[in-house]
């Protein structure tokens, strides 16, 4: 069966702009977790999205957010870009809430300039 | 705020022989636990994973051990190949699972020989 899928796999952005990230899980997955990962920072949650409803979240700003369909796909959106914001953003899907039984795509590497 | 971690950040062993992969935790409330291993281009793929209430657990050709005492846990790889080359990284959850995701380790690059 598929696996999860992230487009695009590579983004280049200016400062202040904004970008949309997307996440289709795997069939029958309903959970969806965003991650960022950074070689500063390593891998750090920044939310769960369940039933078209964000569950948990992480110690991010505002200026992340995301959601999700009803289909289980979910996006992710960065408003006002920062160069920190430089990533790879990775998107796990599991069958049911919660961190146990991820899946992780092979994320979005996202350059701000 | 508590986090996991790891001890080295690389580790370089020949072909053909064990590898231990290291990682010390801080947070007692942490019941889950995974091992992770990232190739580069792709994301973290699962490995093996282990509950708070067991100490060791067994998989094909790895072994995590996990001593709640020190909070320690490891990774072993037995007979190590090339395509084990990748970094590995260490996971927890909290106890009731999803709150805050999962908290990772820094990463261990393991670099085989020939």
């Known amino acids: 069966k598929a696996g999860v899928t992230q487009t695009p796999r590579y983004l280049i952005k200016t400062r202040g702009q904004q970008v949309t990230l997307s996440c289709s899980p795997i069939s029958g997955h309903r959970s969806v977790s965003w991650y960022q990962q950074t070689p500063g920072q390593g891998l750090q949650f920044l939310f769960e999205?369940?039933?078209?409803?964000?569950?948990n979240k992480g110690n991010f700003p505002g200026r992340f957010s995301g959601r999700q369909f009803s289909n289980s796909r979910s996006e992710m959106n960065v408003s006002t870009l920062e160069l920190g914001d430089s990533a790879l953003y990775l998107c796990?899907?599991?069958?049911?809430?919660?961190?146990?039984?991820?899946?992780f795509g092979s994320g979005t590497r996202l350059t701000v300039v | 705020g508590e986090s996991v971690g790891l001890h080295l950040p690389t580790l370089s062993v020949q072909e053909g022989d064990n590898s231990i992969i290291n990682c010390a935790y801080s947070?007692?409330?942490?019941?889950?636990f995974i091992w992770y291993k990232q190739e580069s281009g792709k994301g973290p793929q699962f490995i093996i994973d282990i509950r708070s209430n067991m100490d060791k657990r067994q998989g094909q050709r790895v072994t995590v051990l996990l001593n709640k005492t020190v909070k320690h846990l490891s990774l072993q790889i037995a007979a190590t190949q090339p395509g084990d080359s990748a970094v590995y990284f260490c996971?927890?959850?909290?106890?009731?699972?999803?709150?805050?995701?999962?908290?990772f380790g820094k990463g261990t690059h393991l670099i085989i020989q020939p």
């Open positions: 947070n007692s409330a942490s019941d889950y």
């Open positions: 999205y369940f039933s078209e409803t964000q569950r």
């Open positions: 996971a927890e959850n909290l106890a009731g699972g999803g709150a805050d995701g999962l908290t």
């Open positions: 796990a899907s599991s069958l049911e809430q919660g961190a146990r039984g991820y899946t």
